[in-house]
């Protein structure tokens, strides 16, 4: 149902993403550095049945609308819990039942289950970028408080608008990611020369183990991947959350089949093969690629190899990204690993307001001093890493 706002503009609020065609949403989605905004993976999200009210993601989606034309959007769900967002706010919920105020429902802007980077607006270029945020704003303050949603939080946000959104009043958290940085590498080799002799060794004895495992490993993109794998990657990332992530299985086996063959194109595969079966891997990383950046997703095995996790999801796609271009290789959530392996602590952001008076004073009286330890954090965190002296650019 559209609501008029201003002459030129009109507001609309979308439950599903296919009420909007995709070439028109992709329009606004396709030019941004980010593919979590595009419109084929926030559906395939939502028809596969893994973001739905059911779940506790009821999309809520926000779109801005002239002469019926799409010039603006944001992707949206109204959550009645905070699993599945990879920030975590229990200690603003638990304050918040303790001074009496409820907490669910809140409105999240996010990609579901996706803790990568790139959050933000979509408006179309050439229109009154500060006019519309301006009225995108206002729509979700005056939502919040007609449907008594507890806050609006934007999570793992652009850090451009990051900073635009906090002149609107918008509270930004820091967090840390573990992200690789292509320091104009020409080579694997090239690579390990940033670590100190004992790393070097380290890693090189782990590639070794998976050598001498008689494991071959390939990486394969868009059309290269058979469309027989889609299907495997669900029983990988499905064993894994059993074994390691209980509770955290956020993703249905008909959103990875979904994927083929509409998607196919931006995802990259990591898979180890036996001497004996070159067909059907027992070991899986997956990742997607848009332009020059490389996000690693899931990852998976049915037998045990030492170093195999190592290989698939991180020295694997290092290599290929060097081969590939790629500047910018962010391997997903989790960093006790990663740290060890050429992966600095890289600044993140979300961006949060309470409607609450003192929820929303205390938000802005703490959230300084959160944010100058989470920095001290990240400092000591790169200060250890296992790097050669030689001045490191982690900021490329």
């Not at 030019?31 to 595009?38: A, G």
């Not at 793992?156 to 940085?181: A, R, T």
């Not at 400092?379 to 790097?387: E, R, W």
């Amino acid at each position: 149902m559209f609501k008029q706002i201003k002459p030129q503009y009109s507001v609309a609020w979308i439950e599903k993403m296919s009420e909007i065609p995709q070439s028109v949403w992709d329009d606004l989605a396709k030019p941004l550095k980010t593919p979590f905004l595009e419109w084929q993976w926030l559906n395939n999200i939502e028809t596969s049945g893994s973001a739905t009210p059911r779940t506790g993601w009821q999309p809520i989606h926000l779109t801005v609308w002239r002469d019926r034309q799409l010039i603006a959007a944001a992707p949206l769900y109204i959550k009645g819990h905070s699993y599945g967002e990879f920030v975590f706010d229990n200690q603003w919920a638990n304050l918040s039942h303790r001074l009496g105020i409820s907490y669910y429902p809140k409105l999240l802007g996010m990609t579901p289950f996706t803790p990568a980077e790139g959050y933000r607006f979509l408006i179309a270029p050439g229109e009154d970028e500060e006019s519309i945020t301006q009225l995108m704003v206002a729509a979700i303050d005056n939502f919040c408080v007609h449907h008594q949603l507890s806050g609006c939080n934007f999570l793992f946000v652009d850090p451009e608008w990051g900073e635009i959104m906090k002149s609107y009043g918008f509270n930004s958290w820091l967090h840390h990611s573990y992200i690789w940085s292509n320091q104009e590498f020409n080579s694997f080799d090239n690579y390990l020369s940033l670590f100190n002799a004992n790393q070097r060794r380290n890693i090189k004895r782990e590639r070794k183990a998976v050598e001498q495992a008689s494991l071959s490993i390939k990486v394969m993109t868009g059309e290269e991947i058979p469309s027989h794998l889609f299907p495997l990657i669900y029983q990988f990332y499905s064993s894994t959350c059993e074994k390691f992530y209980w509770g955290s299985k956020y993703l249905t086996r008909q959103f990875f089949e979904q994927l083929y063959p509409h998607y196919s194109h931006r995802v990259v595969l990591v898979a180890a093969y036996t001497e004996k079966d070159d067909k059907h891997p027992v070991g899986m990383s997956f990742c997607l690629r848009k332009d020059d950046n490389l996000y690693g997703r899931y990852w998976g095995c049915f037998e045990e190899y030492d170093c195999l996790h190592f290989e698939a999801c991180y020295y694997q796609p290092i290599a290929w990204s060097i081969n590939e271009g790629i500047k910018r290789f962010d391997p997903g959530a989790g960093g006790r690993h990663k740290k060890r392996r050429g992966f600095p602590a890289t600044p993140n952001y979300s961006l949060h307001r309470f409607y609450d008076p003192k929820m929303s004073q205390i938000l802005k009286h703490y959230m300084p001093e959160i944010n100058r330890m989470e920095q001290e954090e990240i400092d000591a965190i790169n200060q250890d890493l296992p790097f050669s002296k030689r001045e490191i650019n982690f900021d490329v």
